[in-house]
């Protein structure tokens, strides 16, 4: 495998203080089991699954609990042996926010009990039964977006370039570089399955400069792989080079349009724990069961990376890594930049949780008074979407919905790049977070507006139209009697008529 | 366990516009040091009676437009803006000179635009300008160097402070005994009246490349500056710019004619160049936004100025170019936005 360095620079972006010494100072801690299971049916962006288990019945470790629907979905599994307890509805968290979900509730046994071997299926030969099998086997997008991979690796757009992400630039995280140093060869291995699935002519790892060992395990695994093709890209250490956008930027120079996802102009971008979660599927029959999650922060006793089963409540995790230490000010799920905030911790690992911060007060931001702004720019030089986040607050503010699209509201990533960076504290991503809600709901009255003023036009043509339809009438009989003597006699008379009829219907009526 | 929510970005931030502007002092103090040694308290002075004229006014201010004054108070924005312009006062000047300045820039060019932030114009320069307008004696009043005049007799501390309260002098001194012209004057006049500018530069106000004493102060200014471009204060957009701007055209004249046009050297060590380029025109509020926008805003001062040294009115153009420029920021910001990620 050949490393090298693009020579582009990140547009924006920030070095920050990368928080991950102390969960970086130990291997992977595996083997946890825990005592309770919470599997959301819905933990890829999709239809939800179908459970096709029932309350009190017992399943095995690896064992399908609710089935993908054919598109967009993927499979969830148990990830240890117990009983079901319940089918009920709880709150998970996804994406970007905590929702309230059907959830298989399990009470684990303790016995760990995989299902009997040679009971998943093999890896099929075709390409159809290959994505199928990926789907069945609850692969999502490990990296945070619980994208089905299934969907990523479908042949609809020709692929340029296979990516994998292991540039992993948010602060605190740090599962994908233990598992990159840990399984490097696996990793590769996954790749070059995707890639064949996907026959991208290329296929690009990339990797943040500040992990040497995981570049140096991967270097030696690609090796060994003796695929010529594959390439290491080292990335600068600058948040947030791992988003998608950002990767796609600086590998190829091209920028992924507005509207479109990178996939839509031939790159596919996969994260390394997604091509580990592949080549274990294809290789050892075995779906998605459990991922590495990061627990760190300095409310945690042992800050470590930990192996853990999807479902497992967060609590117990936290329990698993010593418990809390000191006053812990806020649980956050995910990176300290784009991670929120969780109200507590009884909810579950799901797929996309790849960290878990406990921090203390001195981690976060403690005083909330801003300042004006003082148009120092600072946001500007720092965003990578290149907007002009001083500019959209006063659009914001000013709820001037015009200039919010001038200004690129929907092109903010929320990366909070422009919210640290702030030196008069202004929380940019919070009113921008915001704003995109109120925007939206904006643009859905304005395009029902417009179709209510549309239809109100129609019928008031249609109105108008009939109304001068009757004038026009009018005018012609009038026109008519006018200009016709013995017609305007009969007119007269037929009106006589009609008159003298009427009061004889009247006085016959009394 | 139950946890307390809070938006994020879950960090500290990691500026803030105290220090920003803490920065900006620490900057200048050095500078201020020299000056005070070159030409005596009068600094010291004007510095004090016009930080505590900004700090009343913006408190009074505050208080009209019943907000809140610690907060805004305790951003020592007032006091960069005080500091500013006591390096563009001249040392023996009556003490309503600072405090009339610092008034209107801070009443006038800050706070009737809606306060930091919504200013459209620096003000500093808007204060200074006020008084260049209406005071043109008094500004003009600039004493020589230590070491320029060498039978020059220097004012003490006392009889600068009685001077600038009750406009009383020594018995045996007068105010035009006093002052001299500056090194840029002195060029301009020298210029207009057919010297050559090696023979003004013989004079004895002068030392290696500019004026004596101002060398100094400006290089302090300029360390000052390289100082706030380490620590990310400023960016280098607007300085940089700006110097290419007034040297640039400096160098071409020089070149044309050396009889008729200072040298660069003289340009960038004199009068409000380094100042104007690292502390006046980089204030964030009035500046252009993007930093496409701050290279033209910078180079557009730097022209002007030398623009308005050369064949102006004025011996120095610095702070009517900031203004100019100011004011030019709608437009520039305008047509320099940058090209959103992902859109044409
Ligand atoms: S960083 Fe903050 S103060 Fe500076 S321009 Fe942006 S919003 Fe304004
Ligand atoms: S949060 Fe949005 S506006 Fe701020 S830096 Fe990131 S992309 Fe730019």
Redesign the interface.
């Known amino acids: 495998m050949l490393e090298y360095t693009p020579d582009r620079r990140p547009t924006g972006g920030l070095r920050l203080p990368a928080h991950k010494e102390a969960s970086t100072a130990q291997p992977i801690a595996r083997g946890f089991v825990p005592r309770t299971l919470v599997l959301a049916l819905q933990q890829h962006q999709g239809p939800p699954t179908t459970p096709v288990v029932r309350r009190g019945e017992r399943v095995l470790r690896g064992q399908v609990v609710a089935r993908a629907r054919a598109l967009r979905s993927a499979a969830v599994h148990a990830s240890t042996s117990g009983h079901v307890r319940a089918i009920e509805d709880r709150l998970v968290p996804s994406v970007h926010a905590v929702h309230r979900t059907r959830c298989i509730v399990i009470d684990a046994d303790g016995e760990d009990e995989p299902l009997p071997p040679g009971a998943g299926s093999a890896w099929p030969e075709d390409p159809e039964k290959q994505l199928k099998s990926i789907r069945d086997g609850g692969i999502v997008g490990l990296g945070g977006g619980v994208f089905p991979t299934a969907e990523k690796l479908g042949p609809q757009t020709p692929c340029k370039v296979l990516i994998i992400n292991g540039v992993e630039c948010e602060p605190y995280i740090s599962c994908d570089d233990m598992l990159m140093r840990e399984a490097a060869a696996e990793i590769v291995d996954g790749a070059l399955i995707m890639r064949e699935l996907l026959a991208a002519p290329e296929c690009i790892v990339a990797v943040e400069r500040d992990k040497p060992q995981a570049i140096e395990a991967l270097l030696e695994a690609g090796r060994a792989s003796g695929d010529a093709s594959l390439r290491l890209a080292d990335i600068p250490t600058i948040y947030p080079t791992g988003g998608e956008r950002q990767l796609v930027e600086m590998l190829t120079g091209e920028e992924v349009p507005s509207t479109h996802y990178p996939s839509e102009i031939g790159y596919i971008c996969q994260n390394v724990g997604t091509a580990f979660a592949v080549h274990r599927l294809v290789r050892a029959g075995e779906p998605l069961l459990s991922r590495v999650v990061t627990v760190a922060g300095d409310g945690i006793a042992r800050p470590q990376n930990v192996e853990t089963p999807i479902g497992t409540p967060i609590g117990e995790l936290i329990e698993f890594c010593g418990g809390y230490r000191g006053d812990v000010d806020r649980l956050i799920l995910g990176g300290s930049m784009m991670g929120y905030a969780l109200p507590n911790d009884e909810m579950p690992i799901t797929k996309g949780s790849n960290c878990l911060i406990a921090a203390a007060r001195t981690e976060v931001r403690q005083d909330f008074s801003e300042r004006f702004c003082i148009r120092c720019g600072n946001c500007g030089t720092a965003c990578p979407a290149r907007l002009l986040p001083q500019e959209l607050l006063r659009a914001a503010r000013d709820n001037d919905h015009a200039l919010l699209d001038e200004f690129g509201l929907t092109d903010c990533i929320e990366c909070g790049c422009c919210d640290v960076i702030c030196p008069s504290h202004i929380p940019l991503t919070e009113v921008f977070r915001n704003a995109k809600f109120a925007h939206a709901r904006y643009q859905r009255q304005e395009v029902f507006s417009a179709e209510t003023q549309q239809r109100f036009r129609r019928h008031e043509e249609r109105e108008r139209a009939d109304v001068q339809r009757g004038k026009d009438l009018q005018d012609q009989i009038r026109h008519e009697v006018e200009t016709d003597e013995p017609a305007r006699q009969q007119a007269i008379e037929a009106a006589i008529e009609r008159a003298r009829q009427r009061r004889s219907q009247d006085t016959d009526s009394e | 366990?139950?946890?307390?929510?809070?938006?994020?970005?879950?960090?500290?931030?990691?500026?803030?516009?105290p220090?920003?502007m803490r920065r900006v002092l620490y900057a200048l103090a050095p500078a201020a040091l020299a000056h005070v040694w070159f030409f005596g308290s009068g600094f010291a002075i004007n510095f004090v009676v016009a930080t505590v004229t900004a700090l009343a006014a913006e408190a009074a201010v505050l208080r009209l437009r019943r907000r809140p004054t610690r907060?805004?108070l305790n951003?020592c924005s007032a006091i960069v803006t005080a500091a500013l312009l006591s390096f563009a006062i001249p040392p023996l000047a009556p003490w309503w000179i600072p405090a009339f300045g610092a008034f209107c820039a801070i009443v006038v060019a800050k706070h009737l635009y809606g306060?930091?932030?919504?200013n459209l114009f620096n003000p500093a320069m808007v204060g200074y300008v006020v008084l260049l307008i209406s005071f043109p004696a008094e500004l003009t009043q600039w004493i020589p160097p230590r070491m320029g005049d060498l039978d020059y007799q220097h004012l003490a501390f006392l009889a600068h402070l009685s001077y600038s309260l009750t406009g009383a002098l020594p018995t045996d001194v007068t105010v035009d005994a006093l002052t001299r012209a500056t090194p840029l004057d002195l060029v301009k006049e020298g210029l207009r009246s057919a010297q050559t500018y090696s023979e003004i530069r013989a004079g004895s106000l002068f030392g290696g490349i500019a004026g004596r004493g101002w060398e100094w102060i400006n290089s302090f200014i300029a360390l000052g500056g390289l100082y706030l471009l380490y620590t990310g204060t400023i960016?280098w957009q607007i300085p940089i710019m700006l110097l290419v701007g007034l040297l640039f055209p400096a160098t071409l004249l020089w070149l044309f004619d050396p009889d008729r046009f200072a040298t660069p050297g003289f340009h960038l060590f004199s009068g409000a160049t380094l100042l104007g380029a690292f502390f006046i025109a980089t204030d964030?509020?009035s500046?252009a936004?993007?930093?496409r926008g701050?290279l033209i805003y910078g180079a557009g001062i730097g022209f002007l100025t030398y623009c308005i040294r050369t064949w102006g009115g004025y011996p120095d153009g610095m702070a009517f170019s900031v203004l100019l420029m100011n004011s030019a920021v709608p437009l520039i910001d305008r047509y320099t936005?940058?090209?959103?990620?992902?859109?044409d």
């Open positions: 366990m139950r946890f307390d929510v809070a938006p994020g970005p879950h960090t500290a931030p990691i500026a803030s516009v220090i920003t907060v805004p951003d306060g930091l932030g919504r960016r964030p509020v500046a936004e993007s930093d701050r936005r940058p090209r959103i990620y992902g859109r």
